[in-house]
């Protein structure tokens, strides 16, 4: 098995390989090779690796940059599109059908397949391909390339935008960048602080991360916030939410604290519990029960093991040899299906003790003052914000509590 893997994997990264290959081929002679069409384009019906103006998405497309070329945010330019109803591109190609996937129905506009399009030269009428590349063969995941190693050919397309337009978007967005580096590190003598909440703090609405920006007032007083970007993109598609970081602290603290003394308090009563004489005999058993089942299932194997040689010495004949060799097979199966299943309820017991993993995982953290990274990792699955400022913490192990719980309630009934 192990070798039909390996030759298995060797010819699959072969066909990779000879597919990039070819793919590659395609690229340098202007064939598009995408599975989609890129916005405000579609695949030419008589030529799938060439592409035709789109004249029901091509509009929007000359749209966008009319009005980032007199000035207009990308933000507000998602949101005017937002306004307007119409479909982005993830939901142009869910509502035609080209994806089926669920998660495409009704996508907003938002900043990045904004950007996207507006910095993208196929729409200058040029083939560009290779921005993003992956390697099955070499185990390389996606990655961006740089410019100079895109594969680009010219003319070979209709294009939607023409040069001075195109070269006027790329122009403000360039402005737009060095404006945002000449302002990084401006407020960096007042200090700043690590983001405990990354990747935890999610939107209650639309589910998305919460965004964390740091807001300076009047250049003497720092905090940061989190907003959903949801509502920063479209404020119509998700209710506006935001809230303090150290307001969203106090709260998680406190829920955390309170979680950290119900874990010490439930861990004193399962411990009181495991030292009760019935529960000792229930241990005590399941461990005899395996140690025996264990002493059966090596009497079986020697046994089986010595009857051919008992065979081949004529000790037994051919029928006993045959029937005594089932026999003690299926005693070994049935020995070794014993020791699975108790050892199996024996872990199972763990979950009701201290080796339970949400009382070491929140026992841990008694003697803790104030939120860490480490604690908030290892107790919280995610804490969700409404339009209110309510905030939800769901912490992990749920289930192993809820087992607790259970447990201590059945042996407090006896």
Known sequence: MPLKNIINEAYSKDISKKSASSLHIKQ???????????????????????????????????????????????I???????????????AYLYE?????????????????????????????????????????????????????????????????????TFDTVQRLAQERREGYNSRLGKFDSMGGSENIFKQLVYCADCERPLVRYKSVSHGKKLWYIF???????????????????????????????KQVALAVDLDAVVREINRTPAFCREIEQIRNRITNAKRTLTRCRSLYDSLYQNYVEKLINEDEYISLRERYK??????????????????NGRRYTSENMFLQSFTRFQSCDGLTRDMLTALIERIYVDGQDGVRVVFKYRDEYKALCDFVERRSAV
Not at 76 to 90: E, F, H, K, T, W
């Open 28 to 74: 340098k002679r202007g064939d598009f090779i995408g599975a989609w069409a890129p916005y405000g384009y579609s695949k030419d019906p008589d030529d799938s690796h060439r592409l035709i103006i789109n004249e029901e998405t091509a509009p929007v497309v000359r749209q966008i940059f009319a009005w980032r070329a007199e000035g207009v945010s990308v």
């Open 76 to 90: 507000q330019i998602a949101r005017r599109l937002n306004d307007a109803g119409i479909l982005s591109p993830s």
């Open 96 to 164: 035609t059908g080209q994806v089926k996937t669920e998660k495409y129905r009704g996508v907003p506009w938002q900043a990045m397949p904004l950007k996207s399009i507006l910095s993208h030269p196929v729409y200058l009428g040029h083939m560009v391909q290779g921005r993003k590349r992956q390697s099955f063969y070499d185990g390389v995941k996606q990655f961006f390339t740089p410019e100079s190693e895109w594969a680009v050919v010219y003319n070979t397309h209709e294009p939607i935008i023409d040069p001075q």
């Open 227 to 257: 907003i959903c970007p949801t509502h920063a993109a479209n404020p119509s598609s998700c209710p506006k939410k935001g809230i303090r970081e150290d307001k969203l602290s106090e709260i998680v603290a406190e829920a955390v604290r």
């Open 330 to 347: 299926q005693q070994a199966e049935e020995a070794q299906q014993i020791i699975s299943a108790l050892e199996s309820e024996e872990l």
